[in-house]
């Protein structure tokens, strides 16, 4: 069994080090990452060995497909990422205040879950609270928007809850269940009636890519109405593009019930009136657990609860 150092680690192991790792990570190959880094090839080959040689273990197998870590190099490299991307914070946070901004959040909202009005309530409850408050908001799939939280890119993440156990590094905040609502374009031959699921399952729909949670949830809508395979036009998150689909009058689409609401409203779409059992998308806020947060990343989890109870 390896013996690992603490005490290199705790005393010994520097910034400078991670920092090389990373780029070991990153370029596979120690030419790369000389150059990338402005430094000889063996300066580089000496200090990966001076860093392997002092924790106790290796921490990449040399490949033909170049340099990968192996299980305690993932392990190091996953702390590497927190503490370059902390000091990024740190230089970001001390920056704001030099200028009069001193809370920041970083959020991560998950594509096509309609937190838009979410986001945008607690921004201006968050800015009466804290008048500094400034919110950076990254778009993205669930699954990439966690790895940046755990990393430490993002403070909190809002979105899709999914189905699965929350994991033990992250806490996770239920806000609210959304009912996605099939909607039309307004010149589409269903939006001046109460259409019937067999008239429904013959157009063609624009829907979520397979690996979310929603698109889950309709394809056991479409077997419990009597489909399996619906007809297809487009998969996709991007509303850009759905509604101009729906423009178009070529398909039904499936949207969160806010935004369908907005657009209704806007005349943009048509609701349709029809029963969707079982379709629903848990909406939560996921944290680091048990990490420290700032007064600003608190604040604003605090007005996402609250923004979240208004709707």
């Known amino acids: ?101 001193a809370a920041a959040v970083a959020i991560g909202a998950t594509l096509g879950a309609g937190t838009g009005y979410l986001l945008s309530t607690a921004l201006l409850q968050g800015r009466q609270q804290l008048p500094e408050l400034v919110v950076t908001v990254t778009e993205g799939t669930r699954e990439s928007l966690l790895r940046q939280l755990r990393t430490g890119r993002l403070d909190l993440v809002v979105g899709a809850a999914g189905d699965s156990v929350v994991p033990p590094d992250l806490d996770c905040m239920p806000l609210y269940i959304d009912a996605p609502t099939i909607v039309c374009g307004t010149r589409h031959p269903m939006a001046a009636k109460r259409p019937r699921w067999a008239d429904m399952l013959s157009e063609a729909w624009v829907l979520p890519p397979r690996d979310t949670r929603v698109r889950a949830a309709l394809e056991a809508l479409f077997r419990r109405v009597g489909s399996t395979r619906p007809k297809v036009l487009a998969e996709t998150l991007s509303l850009d593009l759905v509604l101009d689909l729906l423009t178009q009058g070529s398909a039904l689409a ?48 605090h007005c996402l609860i609250a923004a979240a109870a208004l709707r």
């Open 254 to 301: 499936v949207l969160p019930q806010h935004l369908s609401r907005r657009l209704a409203t806007a005349g943009q779409v048509r609701m349709l009136d029809v029963d969707t059992p079982g379709l629903v998308m848990p909406v939560s806020v996921f944290s680091p657990a048990g990490a420290p947060a700032s007064t600003a990343v608190e604040t604003f989890k």
């Open 1 to 101: 069994m390896a013996s690992i150092s603490s005490a290199f680690l705790q005393r010994s192991l520097t910034l400078r080090h991670m920092r090389l790792l990373l780029a070991v990570e990153e370029l596979r190959q120690v030419g790369r990452v000389a150059t990338a880094l402005s430094i000889s090839q063996p300066a580089v080959s000496k200090a990966l060995a001076e860093i392997e040689s002092g924790i106790g273990v290796p921490l990449f197998d040399r490949t033909p497909r170049g340099m990968l870590p192996t299980a305690h190099g993932v392990c190091l490299l996953r702390y590497a990422h927190l503490m370059t991307n902390e000091i990024t914070r740190a230089v970001d946070e001390l920056t704001g205040i030099e200028q009069g901004i």
